[in-house]
Each structure stands twice: as structure tokens, then as C-alpha cells.
């Protein structure tokens, strides 16, 4: 397993410490992990994630998977699974679309066709039911599924309070409950965020997390912890957080 730590700059991030009960996935709808770390490192949202795979499936570390950063952008949400988690992007274009040439392309600035780059065919997933309201999409590479997979299994160790649920079938669909109820488990951006479309309905990914299967069970609330949240919320914002849980370890930067 590769992994650079490239950290983005103090200030770019949370240092707050709190126990780890959740991984996100995403993707980062850009064809590089120098991008997404360049885009985060200059914008003031505290935005990003501890962890991008790359193409190749080199791993970028860009802060400590201890402290945290906004990654859901979720009106009304108590930043619960933003301060609990330890999330990963996989470097893909995510969303393509098919040109009158029969080439696929991805545009960083859609509808905005400017910057288009055309991705080979054979990187292009074509599902037979649409996903989110699209039917091509940019396929994670076997190299960053074997990252995955590694980078998953030194979470899991890192953080022994993370549980990954039984089952993985449709993990991707919307469940309003993994927020109402802060169930902990592997999650995607699109189980919280119904506008949302990272991670697609990909096998060899829903394959790795099989892999990681762990017989225990995942400990839910019973009733709502937030009664009124919005699933949709645009696009990520800086939300201030209400750091002050029983069990914040906060230490200063």
C-alpha cells in the first residue's frame, strides 16, 4: 500500500479528535487527486477528506484521518457523521456524457462543455438501469479497488470502533436513517444525499466491502437523533459545528 501524506494547509481542516463510528466513500468528479487537493487547498468551505485514491492507486493522505473536515454538506444535520467519520475519494470523473461522435466525455464544468476531455471507452461504465438519473460513468480502476480495499482493512485496525454492516447490497441508495438515527457502518455520499451520485453501482467495489464483512452488530439508535433535516443541501458548506460531545478529546492544533 502507497501512501503519500500531502496535508493541506492548517486552517483547511477541523483538529477536534472524536471516536470514529462511520466511513463515507465519494468520488471526486475530477481525473486527478492533485486536482481535488489543489481545489480544497484553496477554497475557505474546510472541505476534503482524509484520504484520495488515485488513478493509479497511489493513496494521498491530506490531513489526519484522527481530525475531520465537511464532506456531506447536509442542511440541518448536526455535523454527527461529519466529526464521526473517516471518509476516502476515489479519483474518478463520475458522470460522462456521450457526444454526437459516440465518444464519451467528461466536463469538470457541466453544462459549461468547454474543458471536455474524452475518457477511453474502456474506462466507461454503461449500466443498464440509470443511476441517479445518468447511465455513464467513469469506472474506478482495478488498482484503486486493491487500494481500497487495503486503505479499508488499516482503517478498520486504526479504528476498532468503526463496524462495517452484514450487508452491502444497495448500500449506495438514499437511508435517511443512517443520519436520523447516526448508524455507523461503510456508507456512500448518495446514502445521504439523494442529489448526490458518487458511488455508483460499481460490483468489484460492492466485492471489496464483502470482503470486509465483520459479524457484530451495529449499534442504532432507536428513536430520531435529528427530527428535521433536509436530505438535499446543494453543494458542501463550512456549517459551524457544535463541538462539544461527552466524549471530544478536542486537542489544539
Given at each position: 500500500?502507497?501512501?503519500?501524506?500531502?496535508?493541506?494547509?492548517?486552517?483547511?481542516?477541523?483538529?477536534?479528535?472524536?471516536e470514529k463510528t462511520s466511513i463515507f466513500l465519494h468520488h471526486t468528479a475530477g481525473l486527478s487527486a492533485e486536482g481535488a487537493w489543489r481545489w480544497w487547498n484553496q477554497t475557505?468551505?474546510?472541505v476534503g477528506t482524509p484520504y484520495i485514491i488515485d488513478r493509479n492507486g497511489t493513496i494521498v493522505e491530506c490531513f489526519d484521518p484522527k481530525i475531520w473536515a465537511f464532506h456531506l454538506g447536509i442542511n440541518g444535520d448536526d455535523n454527527y457523521h461529519e466529526m464521526h467519520s473517516v471518509?476516502?475519494?476515489?479519483?474518478?470523473?463520475?458522470?460522462?456524457y456521450r457526444g454526437d461522435d459516440s465518444n464519451f466525455y467528461f466536463y469538470p464544468l457541466y453544462p459549461n462543455k468547454v474543458s471536455g476531455k474524452i475518457i477511453p471507452k474502456d474506462?466507461?461504465?454503461?449500466?443498464?438501469?440509470?443511476?441517479?438519473?445518468?447511465?455513464?460513468?467513469h469506472k474506478y480502476t482495478e488498482a484503486q479497488?486493491?487500494?481500497?480495499?487495503?486503505?479499508?482493512?488499516?482503517?478498520?485496525?486504526?479504528?476498532?470502533?468503526?463496524?462495517?454492516?452484514?450487508?452491502?447490497?444497495?448500500?449506495?441508495?438514499?437511508?435517511?436513517?443512517?443520519?436520523?438515527?447516526?448508524?455507523?457502518?461503510?456508507?456512500?455520499?448518495?446514502?445521504?444525499?439523494?442529489?448526490?451520485?458518487?458511488?455508483f453501482p460499481y460490483k468489484p467495489l460492492v466485492d471489496v466491502l464483502e470482503s470486509l464483512r465483520v459479524?457484530?452488530?451495529?449499534?442504532?439508535?432507536?428513536e430520531p437523533v435529528i427530527p428535521n433535516i433536509s436530505p438535499i443541501l446543494g453543494e458542501e458548506k463550512s456549517i459551524?459545528?457544535?463541538?462539544s460531545p461527552k466524549k471530544s478529546t478536542k486537542k489544539k492544533a
Amino acid at each position: 500500500m502507497n501512501i503519500i501524506k500531502k496535508y493541506l494547509t492548517n486552517g483547511q481542516y477541523l483538529t477536534a479528535e472524536f471516536e470514529k463510528t462511520s466511513i463515507f466513500l465519494h468520488h471526486t468528479a475530477g481525473l486527478s487527486a492533485e486536482g481535488a487537493w489543489r481545489w480544497w487547498n484553496q477554497t475557505p468551505e474546510r472541505v476534503g477528506t482524509p484520504y484520495i485514491i488515485d488513478r493509479n492507486g497511489t493513496i494521498v493522505e491530506c490531513f489526519d484521518p484522527k481530525i475531520w473536515a465537511f464532506h456531506l454538506g447536509i442542511n440541518g444535520d448536526d455535523n454527527y457523521h461529519e466529526m464521526h467519520s473517516v471518509n476516502i475519494e476515489l479519483v474518478s470523473g463520475g458522470r460522462l456524457y456521450r457526444g454526437d461522435d459516440s465518444n464519451f466525455y467528461f466536463y469538470p464544468l457541466y453544462p459549461n462543455k468547454v474543458s471536455g476531455k474524452i475518457i477511453p471507452k474502456d474506462e466507461v461504465m454503461v449500466l443498464t438501469n440509470p443511476w441517479r438519473g445518468y447511465s455513464f460513468y467513469h469506472k474506478y480502476t482495478e488498482a484503486q479497488m486493491i487500494a481500497l480495499g487495503e486503505l479499508l482493512n488499516k482503517i478498520l485496525t486504526d479504528f476498532p470502533t468503526i463496524v462495517p454492516q452484514t450487508d452491502f447490497d444497495g448500500f449506495y441508495d438514499f437511508n435517511p436513517d443512517v443520519l436520523l438515527r447516526h448508524i455507523g457502518g461503510i456508507w456512500s455520499h448518495s446514502t445521504v444525499r439523494i442529489d448526490k451520485d458518487d458511488i455508483f453501482p460499481y460490483k468489484p467495489l460492492v466485492d471489496v466491502l464483502e470482503s470486509l464483512r465483520v459479524e457484530k452488530p451495529i449499534k442504532t439508535n432507536t428513536e430520531p437523533v435529528i427530527p428535521n433535516i433536509s436530505p438535499i443541501l446543494g453543494e458542501e458548506k463550512s456549517i459551524k459545528p457544535n463541538i462539544s460531545p461527552k466524549k471530544s478529546t478536542k486537542k489544539k492544533a
